[in-house]
């Protein structure tokens, strides 16, 4: 049995309240794929290849006036404590499913008539809030592969975890939590693209935690920033 | 707020307002406003008030006029030769979807032409100029030019490639002689 102590508002790891664990981005890191990124939040480590638009050969899901983006979410099976079975399931189809619809509305598929565009995105080390890191990568990657995008597509989540509202989830906070919210935005207009919770806040905290997730995810929009101009210079 | 040229810029940046200039290459207006695509650095034209992105990541290959592709003949009729195109020259990115273009008689060569197979013939791996485009489904290319047309053939009788000797192609198995539209880049 894990026991979080909190002592003087900090947190099991000693953070704030609204603090986000030390993250790094990198872009285009992979020599063969269109576009690519590798991040770094806390305990996480994801690495996102991006292959496209590119020619998609089953036919019947092809779209004649747009591009489909599919995504892979994948956890290596040495990213966990326990070995993960390799090999998707439930979870990991969910994640791709969300992740995909959640990168959708910033990219204009339009452009790309009856093509594909792939999203991999490989899990090497998990510390929770991976989908959050899974996406806030897929998105660096997708305009790293020079993608037509409205705007970045940034994730993080919030939560609760004994008893108070924090943000960026851990792994303990999230397994011995009350609540889990991870949310996805486009920064520049704040349309959501992904909100999912697990476990039960009253309305109240729900809003806190909307609120702390949003202003978490403007801190990793900088990020991101930084690390495509650091890639392609001003 | 308004950007000058080499500003670098990212997807959804404000780069002016529809008033003062027209939406060109990897920009989209949205709301009065023009706003950047990609990651890039923008270009002003002053002269035709026209603003555009200069993408600085390697871009998704489009085929447009003016653009070199290769291709593989699939088909010669009377009038026109039918080309799958595999990809854009010089580009390292795969095209979007599967493309086949056509090659009329009159864009095959320079002067007269009376017989198309005697240019082209199935199999044959070409350099071709896109001359239009109309859709995904109707590609005009032409080879009318020095560094267009066949850059290796196949011989019809036994399928060996062809070696170049002036104005035809000799097969090297069993010495056929055939004629083509041959590329000055022809490296069979």
């Known amino acids: 049995m ?44 994801v690495l996102v290849a991006v292959y496209g638009p590119r020619e998609f050969y089953i036919r019947r899901m092809q779209r004649p006036d747009r591009a489909i983006i599919r995504c892979r979410y994948n956890m290596a099976p040495f990213s966990v404590e326990d070995r993960k079975r390799p ?63 409205k705007d970045l597509i940034v994730s993080c989540a919030a939560g609760k975890a004994n008893g108070q509202v924090v943000l960026d989830l851990s792994e303990i906070e999230d397994k011995e939590g009350e609540a889990d919210l991870p949310v996805a935005i486009m920064p520049r207009t704040g349309e959501i693209t992904l909100l999912q919770m697990d476990g039960h806040l009253t309305p109240e905290e729900f809003e806190k935690a909307l609120d702390l997730a949003i202003e978490g995810c403007n801190k990793i929009n900088q990020k991101q920033k930084e690390a495509i101009k650091k890639r392609y210079g001003e | 707020m308004k950007t ?12 002016g307002v529809s008033e003062e200039f027209v939406p060109s290459e990897w920009t989209y207006e949205e709301e009065g406003r023009i706003r950047s695509l990609v990651v890039g650095v923008v270009s002003v034209d002053n002269k035709n008030k026209k603003i555009a992105v200069i993408p600085k990541t390697s871009s998704p290959s489009i085929l447009k006029k003016d653009v070199v592709v290769l291709g593989r003949i699939t088909e010669v009729r009377g009038q026109r030769a039918l080309v799958e195109i595999e990809k854009v020259k010089d580009s390292n990115r795969s095209l979007t979807t599967s493309y086949v273009g056509g090659i009329h008689i009159s864009q095959a060569e320079r002067g007269y032409v009376s017989r198309l197979t005697d240019e082209f013939r199935i199999g044959d791996i070409v350099e071709a100029k896109v001359t239009k485009v109309i859709g995904l489904d109707n590609i005009d290319l032409k080879t009318s030019e020095k560094e267009l047309g066949v850059i290796k053939a196949m011989c019809t009788k036994c399928r060996h490639v062809m070696k170049k000797s002036k104005n035809e192609v000799i097969c090297t198995n069993c010495g056929n002689k055939e004629s083509r539209k041959l590329s000055v880049n022809y490296e069979g």
């Open chain 2, 4 to 15: 000058k040229s080499g500003d670098f810029v990212l997807p959804g940046d404000i780069l």
């Open chain 1, 2 to 45: 894990i026991i979080i102590i909190i002592n003087n508002n900090k947190r099991a790891d000693g953070r704030d309240f609204n603090e986000l664990r030390p993250l790094k981005i990198e872009a285009g890191v992979l020599e063969r794929a269109d576009g690519s990124a590798y991040l770094e939040l806390g305990g996480n480590k």
């Open chain 1, 87 to 149: 090999g998707p399931d439930r979870r990991s189809v969910e994640i791709s499913k969300i992740t995909s619809e959640a990168l959708k509305p910033a990219v204009f598929l339009e452009k790309f008539p009856r093509s594909t565009i792939d999203v991999f995105i490989e899990i090497l080390q998990a510390e929770g809030g991976t989908r959050c890191a899974g996406i806030t990568a897929a998105s660096v990657a997708l305009a790293d592969a020079g993608l037509p995008m």
